[in-house]
């Protein structure tokens, strides 16, 4: 018991990347496909390391979009971003990971998304369901 006490100890002084102390009905998936990915703007939202598995999320592709958020821009550090788009063809697919994260830090994840994204339950390939990012209000621009 001392060892596992002793481990748990541990990881909490050393902010390791499992949600501590929370039940698995707290716990949920967010699928990232973006700056979400970056271990600096997960330290800066969450104050840990995300730990998850490599997924897709097939009928859908990455399209850019041009945030106007200077906030959001100075913080990622670059105004186009990713964003998906619903083609429902299926050889479309975006690659991503799936995190596991606590409720409490979907709340932080939705501050840290600029206006215009919403968070959406979406099934992903293996078949487990994770929230999604994305822009509803399309705000593109050519970039090409």
């Known amino acids: 018991m001392f060892a596992r006490d002793h481990k748990q100890q541990h990881d909490e002084q050393t902010n390791d990347s499992s949600p501590t102390n ?53 913080a990622s550090g670059t105004a186009d971003h990713r964003n998906l788009e619903f083609t429902g063809n299926q050889a479309d697919v975006v690659e991503g990971i799936a ?28 078949g487990l369901n994770a929230w999604v990012y994305l822009q509803t209000a399309r705000q593109t621009e050519d970039l090409s």
């Open 22 to 74: 929370h039940s698995k009905s707290d716990l949920q998936l967010l699928f990232a496909y973006g700056t979400l990915q970056q271990e600096a703007v997960q330290l800066a939202i969450f104050g840990r390391r995300l730990k998850g598995k490599t997924d897709a999320l097939a009928e859908y592709r990455l399209t850019i979009v041009r945030i106007d958020d200077q906030d959001f821009v100075t």
């Open 99 to 126: 995190f596991t994260v606590t409720h409490s830090e979907l709340q932080q994840a939705d501050a840290y998304e600029p206006a215009g994204y919403t968070r959406t339950l979406v099934e992903l390939r293996s």
